[in-house]
């Protein structure tokens, strides 16, 4: 449909099906409008979206705020739930909704910052106080947002007649993610659930590593979307894929995890002291990326180092009072 007021792009991606992209700086992202007999919003951005690109694109749709029926947060990130306050002021009629795994933070930002992007401490890592005035600075503030319905997976939404929206569970990137698939139109919106071999920026390049934070849920995730046989793959920060395009990036978002798994095997192995997720960050990065921002392989680097413990072929050790690992053999 192209470009509306205030720069706000339209496309129809399936029928009834609204893409509207945008970038904060260099990194993309993309939120959607589905149209039936009421709106449903796929996550909140950041907090000035709902009002930014919101409300542009339901008025070119020839629609209402009163009509959005449900916002649909993918999972609890940043960019995904910052503008829930301002979703509940602009669209009054609408129910917010989550998985229950990702309730606690998607209600409250402080505890998503405090819990996920300053979780690296025990390991020696954490952002700059930029980045956490960043973040901070994307979501609402002060009371919680908690949501009004709570899924596990499993449910369905009409959107009209007999077109429905099946909730899928796919957890990895956060253990509450959702997609949602519509068998019918072959189409299925999974936000962040896999990343191929990189995040990327506007211009295409690899910014950062797929940022899962549990390994074998992630594959999982990656092994269930490939057996849904969808042929429009969209999410929140890639193009709109379709047909072989949806097979070739669940293959690669499979074969980086493998990859990561043997880069850090290899790490382990050679590791002349106790490997930090640090020292592990600089030694895998070349090989894995290299990234514009390799920091980011801490979130996979870890949950890598947390299976490998947890099958027994490394240790986790104290290591001047941060938490590193040793191979199983030393």
Request: aromatic share 8%; charged share 20%; glycine share 12%.
């Amino acid at each position: 449909m192209g470009t509306v007021g205030g720069g706000v792009t339209i496309e129809e991606v399936a029928p009834g099906v609204y893409r509207l992209p945008f970038a904060v700086g260099t990194k993309p992202l993309a939120m959607y409008v589905l149209a039936g007999d009421g709106l449903t919003l796929i996550d909140t951005g950041l907090t000035d979206t709902p009002e930014a690109i919101y409300l542009p694109a339901i008025a070119e749709l020839g629609r209402r705020p009163d009509e959005v029926r449900l916002v649909l947060i993918t999972h609890a990130d940043a960019d995904h739930i910052g503008g829930d306050r301002a979703a509940r002021t602009l669209f009054p009629h609408a129910l917010l909704a989550c998985h229950a795994a990702d309730a606690r933070w998607v209600a409250d930002p402080a505890v998503l910052s405090a819990e996920r992007y300053d979780g690296f401490r025990p390991f020696g890592l954490r952002y700059d106080d930029e980045t956490f005035a960043t973040l901070d600075g994307w979501m609402f503030s002060g009371r919680p947002e908690p949501a009004d319905l709570l899924f596990q997976g499993g449910e369905r939404i009409r959107l009209a007649g007999d077109d429905w929206l099946d909730v899928v569970h796919v957890p990895g990137h956060t253990a509450g993610h959702l997609a949602l698939h519509n068998p019918a139109g072959g189409y299925a919106l999974i936000g962040d659930a896999v990343f191929g071999a990189s995040q990327l920026d506007t211009g295409g390049a690899k910014a950062a590593a797929p940022p899962y934070v549990a390994v074998a849920p992630y594959r999982a995730t990656v092994d269930r979307l490939a057996a849904l046989g969808i042929g429009t793959l969209l999410t929140c920060h890639y193009p709109v894929m379709r047909g072989g395009e949806v097979g070739t990036f669940l293959a690669e978002s499979r074969a980086w995890a493998d990859r990561a798994e043997a880069a850090i095997e290899e790490a382990l192995r050679e590791a002349a002291a106790p490997l930090t997720l640090g020292e592990a960050i600089e030694r895998t990065d070349p090989e894995l990326g290299p990234f514009q921002n390799p920091r980011e392989l801490q979130w996979a680097l870890r949950a890598h180092l947390e299976q490998a413990a947890a099958r027994g072929r490394a240790r986790a050790v104290d290591h001047s009072g941060i938490t590193a690992w040793v191979h199983a053999g030393a």
